[in-house]
Nanobody, 125 residues
Framework: QVQLVESGGGLVQAGGSLRLSCAAS????????MGWFRQAPGKEREFVAA????????YYADSVKGRFTISRDNAKNTVYLQMNRLKAEDTAVYYC??????????????????WGQGTQVSVSS
């Protein structure tokens, strides 16, 4: 069993930065790919970024490529999402997820093994 807890959300002006964290419990964290997803009001949840269990492979949605960076620290059982040059359209609830599939599979489907409860990110224009 893996439990995920996100933190780091908040209100920021357009052009600013935030770093989200997702702390995982359970010794099997190291064997799971981790991903970030987001859901804006009135929209479906969408993929943002994913990272392989080794940390060597990452995958991003086109909308965040070049602005967001996903990373992980397996010793701390934590995955991060550094968000730079934020835009108003990045406003959403951000969720982390864990999956035994590859990062590319994480980016292509909405069902995953474990989910966090979400953290709100609001970007003012």
């Amino acid at each position: 069993q893996v439990q995920l807890v996100e933190s780091g959300g908040g209100l920021v002006q357009a052009g600013g930065s935030l770093r989200l964290s997702c702390a995982a419990s359970g010794r099997i964290f190291s064997y799971y790919a981790m991903g970030w997803f987001r859901q804006a009001p009135g929209k479906e949840r969408e993929f943002v970024a994913a990272i392989a269990w080794s940390g060597t492979t990452t995958y991003y949605a086109d909308s965040v490529k070049g602005r967001f960076t996903i990373s992980r620290d397996n010793a701390k059982n934590t995955v991060y999402l550094q968000m730079n040059r934020l835009k108003a359209e990045d406003t959403a609830v951000y969720y982390c997820a864990a999956d035994r599939a590859s990062v590319y599979v994480m980016g292509s489907r909405s069902e995953h093994d474990y989910w966090g409860q979400g953290t709100q990110v609001s970007v003012s224009s």
